[in-house]
């Protein structure tokens, strides 16, 4: 187990590191210069230059990406440039927002696809489960930022349930933040919940022909007691899996969904910060995203390799 937990930390580490150089070069190469488009374009050489030599513009490649990378691993992300505040200051605050975005869009994700995934599996080949296998289908195909849309058309505008964007605050109550956040979340669930159907129908129809199955169906138990007792228990290693990459995936793919919302969140803060080309801010938020994907993934195979002893023995 020592030198599987050693792979895969090693393993994190150089994840985290090629992240980081890919993360700092595709901004490199970006066009336009932070400081003159600051200062706009009628602003005389000398004031950029020192504006620059201020924001820390003025190295060379590598000195401003040992710099930026030094700087996070002592917890300092640097100073954005278009709200002079120090940018850690300006994730914690958005990440309040997307990281309970993404939980509870994973919580509804789960709450849906478990139960449709096992429904489909006890009626495997008939309408019915082709019926949902074509809603899972369909909930895959569409954009989330569509679906989000008509979220918005029919509960906020027609029927005034929830509200169609914005967010109070935790500060105006828990269940305010969590009304704001319910449109969002059902958008950002949907595919998921779909994904997560399919594996967990696939997972249970595969546990199903075991024989462990037919000796508890010849005990005398009925096909409901059987399927839930002992083959959905089983079936969920796989499931589990997917659900903690999907967690990632979801604080990462917020950002189409807090624009469509007019979220305060992380996903709307990079798309602020491109915008205004604040590459500090760019730059460390999304190796925040990049780091939270990484680490969530090394978390699941660990908890993979615990479950399954057979991955471990082939490290």
């Given at each position: 187990?020592?030198?599987?937990?050693?792979?895969?930390?090693?393993?994190?580490?150089?994840?985290?590191?090629?992240?980081?150089?890919?993360?700092?070069?595709?901004?490199?190469?970006?066009?336009?210069?932070?400081?003159?488009?600051?200062?706009?374009?009628?602003?005389?050489?000398?004031?950029?230059?020192?504006?620059?030599?201020?924001?820390?513009?003025?190295?060379?490649?590598?000195?401003?990406?040992?710099?930026?990378?030094?700087?996070?691993?002592?917890?300092?992300?640097?100073?954005?440039?278009?709200?002079?505040?120090?940018?850690?200051?300006?994730?914690?605050?958005?990440?309040?927002?997307?990281?309970?975005?993404?939980?509870?869009?994973?919580?509804?994700?789960?709450?849906?696809?478990?139960?449709?995934?096992?429904?489909?599996?006890?009626?495997?080949?008939?309408?019915?489960?082709?019926?949902?296998?074509?809603?899972?289908?369909?909930?895959?195909?569409?954009?989330?930022?569509?679906?989000?849309?008509?979220?918005?058309?029919?509960?906020?505008?027609?029927?005034?349930?929830?509200?169609?964007?914005?967010?109070?605050?935790?500060?105006?109550?828990?269940?305010?933040?969590?009304?704001?956040?319910?449109?969002?979340?059902?958008?950002?669930?949907?595919?998921?919940?779909?994904?997560?159907?399919?594996?967990?129908?696939?997972?249970?129809?595969?546990?199903?022909?075991?024989?462990?199955?037919?000796?508890?169906?010849?005990?005398?138990?009925?096909?409901?007691?059987?399927?839930?007792?002992?083959?959905?228990?089983?079936?969920?290693?796989?499931?589990?899996?997917?659900?903690?990459?999907?967690?990632?995936?979801?604080?990462?793919?917020?950002?189409?969904?807090?624009?469509?919302?007019?979220?305060?969140?992380?996903?709307?803060l990079i798309f602020q910060a491109i915008n205004q080309r604040d590459l500090i801010v760019v730059e460390s938020a999304v190796m925040l995203l990049v780091f939270a994907v990484i680490t969530v993934t090394f978390l699941t195979d660990i908890a993979y390799g615990l479950?399954?002893?057979?991955?471990?023995?082939?490290?």
């Amino acid at each position: 187990m020592i030198r599987y937990l050693a792979s895969r930390l090693l393993s994190l580490a150089l994840s985290l590191l090629v992240a980081s150089a890919v993360i700092f070069l595709m901004l490199e190469v970006l066009p336009g210069d932070p400081a003159r488009f600051m200062l706009g374009i009628n602003a005389q050489p000398d004031t950029v230059a020192a504006l620059r030599t201020e924001l820390g513009l003025d190295g060379t490649t590598i000195e401003r990406y040992l710099r930026w990378i030094t700087g996070l691993l002592r917890g300092e992300m640097g100073i954005s440039y278009t709200y002079r505040v120090p940018v850690q200051e300006l994730v914690s605050a958005r990440i309040a927002v997307s990281a309970p975005l993404a939980g509870y869009a994973l919580l509804l994700s789960t709450l849906i696809a478990i139960p449709v995934g096992l429904l489909a599996a006890a009626l495997r080949g008939t309408v019915a489960d082709y019926g949902i296998m074509g809603l899972t289908q369909l909930g895959i195909a569409i954009p989330n930022f569509w679906f989000g849309m008509l979220l918005v058309l029919g509960f906020a505008i027609t029927w005034k349930l929830f509200p169609s964007g914005g967010f109070p605050g935790w500060d105006a109550g828990f269940w305010a933040g969590l009304r704001a956040l319910t449109l969002p979340a059902i958008a950002l669930a949907l595919p998921q919940a779909s994904i997560l159907a399919r594996v967990m129908r696939s997972a249970v129809i595969e546990v199903l022909s075991q024989d462990f199955i037919r000796t508890a169906r010849a005990k005398g138990l009925s096909r409901t007691q059987a399927l839930t007792r002992h083959a959905l228990r089983n079936a969920l290693v796989p499931v589990l899996t997917i659900l903690g990459l999907q967690f990632s995936f979801l604080l990462a793919g917020a950002i189409i969904i807090e624009n469509v919302f007019y979220l305060p969140g992380l996903g709307r803060l990079i798309f602020q910060a491109i915008n205004q080309r604040d590459l500090i801010v760019v730059e460390s938020a999304v190796m925040l995203l990049v780091f939270a994907v990484i680490t969530v993934t090394f978390l699941t195979d660990i908890a993979y390799g615990l479950a399954d002893p057979r991955l471990r023995r082939r490290k």
